[in-house]
T-cell receptor, first 118, second 112 residues
Framework: GAGVSQSPSNKVTEKGKDVELRCDPISGHTALYWYRQSLGQGLEFLIYFQGNSAPDKSGLPSDRFSAERTGGSVSTLTIQRTQQEDSAVYLC????????????????FGPGTRLTVL | GESVGLHLPTLSVQEGDNSIINCAYSNSASDYFIWYKQESGKGPQFIIDIRSNMDKRQGQRVTVLLNKTVKHLSLQIAATQPGDSAVYFCAERTGGYQKVTFGIGTKLQVIP
């Protein structure tokens, strides 16, 4: 079946421009996550959506970062006035609500969007 | 905790040997743990999980051990193969229904 998809796969932008990154989760998954991964480093949590609850934004590094999830499905991560330190791979993951083979919290990751800020 | 700004530790093993990747978690209330594998250029993929009421779980060539006393998790890979070369992350469920927190990750290099 279809997995998590992200677009674009690569984005090159100039410093100061705004960018939008898109995530299409697996159909029916109620939880959606955004992470940032710099080259050779670990996963940095950004934001978490769960159903109709208020999102957990505790990982957003600054007010230049925002995300929304429309209709409980597609999510967009927006970075305003991009800086060079924003360059990284942005990963999206979704997770099902119900128990699936006992894996209650397994996250299914997309391939990521590689953002390069010049 | 978060792994921001830190470079990944690396473990090098000879092909055919067993690998042990360690992870220390921070929250004694965490009740569920997962190991993920991330190959170059791809998103992380689920390997194996374990609940806090267990201390060992086995999969195909992989075993996860949980020591709640010292808040330590390990992933053992038997007969390591070149295809096992990847970055391995542990994750703990720390609060809420589904939110998990990822550890720093360990890069496994298999020497042919």
């Amino acid at each position: 079946g279809a997995g998590v998809s992200q677009s674009p796969s690569n984005k090159v932008t100039e410093k100061g421009k705004d960018v939008e990154l898109r995530c299409d989760p697996i159909s029916g998954h109620t939880a959606l996550y955004w992470y940032r991964q710099s080259l050779g480093q670990g996963l940095e949590f950004l934001i978490y959506f769960q159903g109709n609850s208020a999102p957990d934004k505790s990982g957003l590094p600054s007010d230049r970062f925002s995300a929304e999830r429309t209709g409980g499905s597609v999510s967009t991560l927006t970075i305003q006035r991009t800086q060079q330190e924003d360059s990284a791979v942005y990963l999206c993951a979704s997770s099902p609500r119900s128990v699936v083979d006992g894996r209650r919290s397994e996250q299914f990751f997309g391939p990521g969007t590689r953002l390069t800020v010049l | 905790g978060e792994s921001v700004g830190l470079h990944l530790p690396t473990l090098s093993v000879q092909e055919g040997d067993n690998s042990i990747i360690n992870c220390a978690y921070s929250n004694s209330a965490s009740d569920y743990f997962i190991w993920y594998k991330q190959e170059s250029g791809k998103g992380p993929q689920f390997i194996i999980d374990i609940r806090s009421n267990m201390d060992k779980r086995q999969g195909q060539r992989v075993t996860v051990l949980l020591n709640k006393t010292v808040k330590h998790l390990s992933l053992q890979i038997a007969a390591t193969q070149p295809g096992d070369s990847a970055v391995y992350f542990c994750a703990e469920r720390t609060g809420g229904y589904q939110k998990v927190t990822f550890g720093i990750g360990t890069k496994l290099q298999v020497i042919p």
